[in-house]
Structures are given as structure tokens and as C-alpha cells.
């Protein structure tokens, strides 16, 4: 869910004066004797969308303390159950999984995704299933995640030079500007073989992608009170919409131009250098799917796979959180150099053999998950759940940040324990992950039929960006200054106030 500004509710609290508290006499809704998950009280109209605050998933939180881990909450005029724990969140991924597998419409979605035909936010049906497993056999497969290794090696590369240009004295760098730089660089590359950089070195692709999350995860009017469509109008939402897409379907558009006329002349011969569109149009040509795919498509495809910040975010966290305690810093510090030892660069190898560096990776995402509340799914039939009744069409958030922190389940939830990865003692038991937990209690890239197909694509990015940070850099705060850990909401959760760090430059000499 997303917060609601105060400007947002100026228009809404006018008409609720002036036009619903009158339609709420004449159409007061009748005794519902089914037994509903526990709510907190609502208001007329608006339901319980004023509680939501500037961080939802902080504030649903708050509210499940009280009513309990599966709380049902009326959003505008949508039912929405929000799920707090990780028993609960068993019982919507795994048991009824099925049954909490759709989407609900996103005005934005729907106009920015081609009618919501990317993987993430498309509804459950054929499309969805045809279009989830092209990704996961094709675009994010072990083979071809490895394939771009070179790819994010490059990248990586130019970051780490980046950063020694910027270690002039005692200046800082902008560690939020530089990850964002190269996550967007490295997905631009593998989803259009192109960083689209202008010649100050801002990619193109990147501006508009982000722009484009931005305006999805705004409040929309129409998605929670429909009768008040007219709001997005009046206040611009709706035209800001129209005017993003529109630039966005001019790129993308252009780009698909030129990867049918390469394949016209004869296309990439590597299969190795393919990137994520030239794959696409292959299958789509070569009549390999099951579901017919339009150039649209294609296009809302790509922009699942280049609409996200998870790299950037949670590098910045998991810098940030190392940088608060210094005795994880310097352990994880000295596992990666004394694994890399005097090697002039990094090889996937050496990645894999830094088990306590995947733990700091492990923890930070448990702290800061990217997607704090998943993204919403909606129920395709009334379902029971631990004896109350969910109807058909209400709206699922699973409070990832909640569950994660959960003190019934986490020792010391708030801290930055690393170590709490470190030992591995799954004994094979079903359902539980290779440190023995409830696989349940740590989910990050969600569950079910909804988990992330990108995960493995997005974790060697994070890896290997990581690890040439901390082999390569020391790092220090500027002028004595105390970091903050405070959340600015989004799509992704990102750090308030960017991250600025001092580099100093780490030889294999020191």
C-alpha cells in the first residue's frame, strides 16, 4: 500500500462534507453475520485509508498489534486483509496460494504495463502463466543469469572507478546516485543491450523507468473510491499518467524497432550476448510459447525487469547498516579480502566462498526488505483462514517488514545480527529454509506463485557489487557525521537522506 499526502485528502475531505455523508444514510450496508477477520474502526466513506500514514507498511504493523495478525481493513470501498506473521503468511502463499494469486486492477498499472501484461502486476490466468514461465526458463534461468556475468562485471568495474576518481581528500561520494547509475546500467544492458547513457552519463531508460514506479505507487482516487474518479483529473494525476506513458511507449517502441531490424539482418550470432528483447522476439518469431504475444507484450515484460530499484536499495541499506556496526564491517571485510587475496579482480568464484558476506546480504534485506508490503494480490473466491471468512475480491498486503522483525520469532529483531545466517541445519525437513527456519518467516522476494522470478538475477548484481566495495574501499563517514536510518516510501523503501561515504582507497599493500 501507499501513503496518501495530506494534499491528497484536502478534495477527498470536501466531497465527504458536502456529498457522501448523505448517499451513507441512503445505502447503509446490511448486517454481515459471517464471521470477518478482527478491524479496527472505520470511517465513514474513506474506511480505514486515514490510518495508513506515511509508511504503511510501519503503521499496518502498528494496527496488527492490536487486532492480530490477520487483520481485515476497508480501504476507500475495497475490503484489504493484511497479513502480519509468518503462519499467516503460509496459509495465503502456500495452502490457499491458489486462491491469493490474482492482481487487483491498478488504474496506473493497467495504462503504464499495457493493460497490465508485465509478470508482476498481471492478473492469474493463461497470460500470466505463459508470461511467468518465459522469464523463469528463459530470461532468468541459471544459464543465462550466468551469461551476463560479464555484463555485471563491467559495471561494477566503472562504479569502482567512479569511486577512486572521488577520493579526492576528504570528499564523499553519493553511494545512492552511483548504485542507482549502475543497477540501471546493468539491467538496461541485459533486458536492451544499451545503457542509453546521455553525455553527462545519465541513462535515459532509468529516468523514465523510475518516473514511471513513482506514478505507480501514488494514490490513485479511482482504485479505492471510484466514484471520485474525477479527483486523479482535477488534480493532474490523471494527465501526468498519459504524458509518462507516452514517452515511455516512444522509447521502448523504438527500441523493439531496432532489435527486429537486427534480426532482419541477421541478428546476434553469440548466443552468449543475447539480451532479454532479443531472446523475446526469437520465441515470439519462432512460435515457441503457448500464448499469442503482441510487441506490447514484449514491451510491458521488459518494463517488470527494468521498473526496479531492489540492487540500489538494498545496497544503500546494507552499506548503511555495516557502516552502524563496525565489528560486522570488519569482519566481512576481512572474509573478502582474505578470499580474493592478491588478485587484481573478482571472479564469481571467489563470491561464492564468502559465506559471511551472503549473511550481511541476508540480514540488511531481513531489516530493509525492498518491498516492505509485497505487492498487493487478490483473493479469486471467498476462502476460510484459522475459522474467518475472506471474500472473493479483497485486496492482500503481506506486511514483509512485520514478519521479519517479529520478535516471537527473531532474537534481538532490531539489530543487525549477521550471524543469525551463519549456521546452517535445515535436516531436511519440509518447509523449512537451510537454517532450519520456517521458510515462511524470512521472505523478501515473496512466496508462492508470486516469488520474485528475478531473484537470482537481482542477488549477483547485489553480490558482486558489494564485494568489490568492500575489497576494494575503506570507508569512513564525513566529517565525524551519525547516519540515519530513516525510510522514504515507494515502490521500493529507500533511505531518507541518500548515503554519502568517505572512500579510501584499500591496496594490497595495506
Not at 521502448?252 to 523475446?280: N, T
Not at 546494507?318 to 565489528?327: K, P, Q
Request: aromatic residues 10%; glycine residues 6%.
Amino acid at each position: 500500500m501507499y501513503p496518501i499526502s495530506k494534499f491528497d485528502l484536502i478534495p477527498l475531505s470536501l466531497c465527504l462534507i458536502f456529498f457522501f455523508l448523505v448517499l451513507l444514510k441512503l445505502f447503509k450496508p446490511k448486517n454481515n453475520t459471517k464471521n470477518l477477520p478482527p478491524s479496527p474502526p472505520k470511517l465513514p466513506i474513506i474506511g480505514n485509508l486515514h490510518q495508513l500514514g506515511s509508511l504503511p507498511h510501519q503503521s499496518l504493523a502498528a494496527l496488527s498489534d492490536k487486532h492480530g495478525p490477520l487483520m481485515l481493513l476497508k480501504l476507500g470501498q475495497v475490503p484489504t486483509l493484511v497479513v502480519s506473521s509468518a503462519e499467516m503468511a503460509r496459509e495465503v502463499m502456500k495452502t490457499h496460494d491458489l486462491n491469493f494469486s490474482s492482481r487487483p486492477l491498478s488504474t496506473a498499472a493497467n495504462i503504464l504495463l499495457y493493460q497490465s501484461h508485465d509478470v508482476a502486476f498481471a492478473p492469474y490466468g493463461d497470460y500470466w502463466r505463459q508470461a511467468r514461465k518465459i522469464c523463469a526458463l528463459e530470461l532468468f534461468s541459471v544459464k543465462r543469469v550466468e551469461s551476463f556475468q560479464y555484463v555485471r562485471d563491467e559495471e561494477v568495474a566503472v562504479l569502482v572507478d567512479r569511486i577512486r576518481r572521488g577520493c579526492d581528500g576528504e570528499g564523499s561520494v553519493n553511494l545512492c546516485e552511483l548504485f542507482l547509475s549502475t543497477s540501471n546500467n546493468i539491467v538496461s544492458r541485459c533486458m536492451m543491450g544499451d545503457k542509453f547513457e546521455d553525455e553527462n552519463g545519465k541513462s535515459r531508460f532509468g529516468d523514465i523507468s523510475r518516473r514511471a514506479m513513482v506514478i505507480i505507487t501514488a494514490f490513485c482516487f479511482a482504485d479505492f473510491l471510484p466514484a471520485l474518479w474525477w479527483i486523479d483529473v482535477v488534480r493532474g494525476f490523471d494527465g501526468e499518467l498519459k504524458k509518462c506513458f507516452t514517452t515511455l511507449d516512444a522509447f521502448l517502441s523504438k527500441v523493439v524497432e531496432e532489435h527486429m531490424a537486427k534480426m532482419r539482418a541477421g541478428g546476434e550470432s553469440d548466443e552468449s550476448k543475447k539480451d532479454f528483447m532479443d531472446i523475446m522476439l526469437q520465441l515470439m518469431q519462432g512460435e515457441k510459447v503457448d500464448y499469442h504475444f503482441s510487441l506490447d507484450h514484449l514491451k510491458a515484460i521488459d518494463m517488470f525487469v527494468g521498473g526496479s530499484d531492489t540492487t540500489a536499495t538494498g545496497l544503500e541499506w546494507t552499506m548503511t547498516e555495516l557502516m552502524r556496526n563496525r565489528a560486522a564491517m570488519d569482519k566481512v571485510q576481512e572474509e573478502v579480502r582474505r578470499v580474493v587475496g592478491k588478485k587484481a579482480r573478482i571472479e564469481v568464484e571467489d563470491i561464492e566462498k564468502m559465506e559471511y558476506m551472503k549473511c550481511v546480504i541476508k540480514e540488511s534485506l531481513r531489516l530493509h526488505p525492498p518491498l516492505p508490503l509485497l505487492i498487493p494480490r487478490e483473493t479469486m473466491g471467498d476462502v476460510e483462514i484459522e475459522g474467518y471468512h475472506i471474500p472473493s475480491k479483497a485486496r492482500v498486503f503481506v506486511n514483509v517488514w512485520a514478519i521479519q522483525r517479529d520478535p516471537k520469532i527473531w532474537e534481538r529483531p532490531n539489530e543487525f545480527i549477521p550471524e543469525r545466517f551463519m549456521e546452517k541445519n535445515s535436516g531436511g525437513q519440509k518447509g523449512r529454509d537451510e537454517y532450519g527456519r520456517d521458510e515462511y518467516e524470512f521472505i523478501s522476494f515473496g512466496g508462492g506463485r508470486r516469488k520474485c522470478p528475478g531473484m537470482s538475477f537481482g542477488l549477483a548484481s547485489f553480490e558482486c557489487a558489494l564485494a568489490n566495495l568492500l575489497h576494494w574501499f575503506d570507508w569512513k563517514l564525513p566529517n565525524g557525521s551519525e547516519l540515519d536510518v530513516e525510510e522514504e516510501n515507494g515502490l521500493t523503501v529507500r533511505k531518507k537522506i541518500p548515503l554519502h561515504l568517505n572512500p579510501i582507497p584499500y591496496t594490497l599493500s595495506n
